[in-house]
């Protein structure tokens, strides 16, 4: 549990050089609701990263919290069969009743030293399903990006609607690694 809570924790420290998708701000969606957001997702790709090395596959699980917070739990299947599991708190980035809920602050840090500030990473909702089926998540420089389903699989024409709104965001997509399934046709 250490190995991933510890480098889920920092990744928003580290900071790369990518490039900014052609220079075009990255956007997020126009609303989110969160109480339709919460539940759990299956990754289905993912851009490689440091704190899901060896994930064979992935879920996030969110819940609200009383305080307005969402709360997030990271679980690694790793390819020995190892769980791995993170835990942490997403707030949203401009609260409010006008705010779209869709830029959020998550930290991986303990409770004792989330309230320094430090080592929160932008959660933005770039793409989301009108049903809530499917979103992506990624944060302003591209670096991450995670593909999410209500399921374990997304329908092929869905991912490549995915795929082709990411290429117009600016997003290289040629390292994505697809840990979910892609089916013609979803059962």
């Not at 991933?4 to 790369?16: G, K």
């Not at 933005?124 to 049903?131: E, N």
């Not at 329908?155 to 990411?166: M, T, W």
């Amino acid at each position: 549990m250490l190995p991933l809570f510890f480098i889920a924790a920092l990744y928003p420290l580290v900071s790369f050089d990518a490039p900014a998708g052609e220079g075009k701000p990255l956007t997020a969606v126009s609303r989110v609701d969160l109480s339709r957001y919460v539940g759990k997702w299956h990754e289905i790709a993912r851009l490689p990263n440091r704190f899901q090395s060896g994930c064979d596959h992935s879920t996030a699980e969110y819940s609200l919290r009383d305080d307005g917070k969402v709360r997030v739990v990271n679980t690694c299947r790793k390819e020995n069969g190892e769980i791995d599991q993170a835990e942490g708190v997403a707030e949203v980035v401009e609260p409010g009743s006008q705010a779209s809920q869709a830029k959020l602050k998550v930290s991986f840090l303990p409770g004792w030293l989330r309230w320094t500030g430090i080592g929160k990473g932008d959660y933005w909702i770039i793409d989301l399903a009108p049903d809530y089926s499917y979103a992506v998540v990624s944060e302003p420089k591209r670096q991450y990006l995670w593909i999410l389903s209500r399921r374990s699989a997304l329908s092929r024409r869905e991912y490549e609607g995915i795929l082709d709104r990411l290429r117009t965001q600016g997003f290289d997509l040629s390292q994505l690694i697809v840990s979910g399934k892609i089916l013609d046709e979803l059962g």
